[in-house]
């Protein structure tokens, strides 16, 4: 069965850390773009970033409002990516959701669209406050 799960949502404290997985199965990451969106109860869902290798050159891609509090990374071996997310802010409460298009990150956006996928995770919640 082909699809993406992920995991390790859950509350903290504004200030905070959470790292979430995004696995796939029945097929390899390394040919898909692999992208991170959130939807905020009552708000469009928004790509938060982006990650892709090609022809050895790795992009990742991250939205002005996480830049250098999120890292986004691969780990080959285990088929997963990942989101390191670091002094959250209640502002990043929200429902995560990974994607992977058969493609590169995009060069002048964060993320490719959301129907631009060929697969989605279910999601998972993060909730950050005090």
């Known amino acids: 069965q082909l699809q993406l799960v992920e995991s390790g949502g859950g509350s903290v404290q504004p200030g905070g850390s959470l790292t979430l997985s995004c696995a796939a199965t029945g097929f390899t990451l390394d040919r898909y773009a692999i992208a991170w969106f959130r939807q905020a109860s009552g708000k469009e869902r928004e790509g938060v970033s982006c990650f892709s290798t090609s022809g050895g050159y790795t992009s990742t891609n991250y939205a002005e409002s996480v830049k250098d509090r999120f890292t986004i990374s691969r780990d080959d071996a285990k088929n997963t990516v990942f989101l390191q997310m670091n002094n959250l802010k209640p502002e990043d409460t929200a429902v995560y959701y990974c994607?992977?298009?058969?493609?590169?990150?995009?060069?002048?956006?964060?993320?490719?669209?959301w129907g631009a996928g060929d697969y989605w995770g279910q999601g998972t919640q993060v909730t950050v406050s005090s």
């Open positions: 994607a992977a298009e058969e493609s590169a990150c995009p060069k002048r956006k964060t993320t490719f669209t």
